[in-house]
């Protein structure tokens, strides 16, 4: 085997890496699209959802408490589409009844801080010591 005959070897092999990464690149960009249409699709439906269940008021409440506090929005906004795919809402929610939901997420949530300061332990670390 010669110089030439080597070279022509490893073109055909380059060529054959870039066709395969190309078609796998290709399939990625398609299953990345098909995620994002899927995304969309049930971004609408919750929204869909929530502007059925929710009026005008509520609505604009629960925005701006997910620009405020994105975690505790999103549970909130869990909470009404599962009441609301479980028929436990009749009519729509109006701005009270959406603080009472809140008030009762806070109460869940809220957990007691407590901080304890050892003084016997602090004592034993004395800025009085001579270096």
């Not at 870039?18 to 971004?43: F, L, R, V």
């Not at 729509?92 to 806070?106: A, C, D, H, P, Y």
């Amino acid at each position: 085997m010669g110089d030439s005959d080597l070279e022509e070897i490893r073109k055909r092999r380059l060529t054959e890496l870039q066709s395969q990464y190309q078609t796998s690149g290709g399939d990625s960009q398609a299953q990345q699209a098909q995620q994002e249409k899927i995304k969309q699709q049930q971004e609408e439906a919750k929204n869909s959802i929530l502007s059925q269940v929710l009026d005008q008021d509520a609505r604009a409440r629960l925005n701006t408490l997910l620009l405020g506090k994105p975690e505790k929005g999103q549970m909130v906004q869990a909470m009404i589409l599962r009441m609301a795919q479980s028929g436990q809402i009749i009519s729509r929610i109006g701005e009270k009844e959406l603080i009472n939901i809140l008030e009762s997420v806070n109460a869940q949530t809220q957990s007691k801080v407590s901080v304890k300061f050892d003084r016997r332990r602090a004592a034993l670390d004395s800025d009085d010591d001579d270096f």
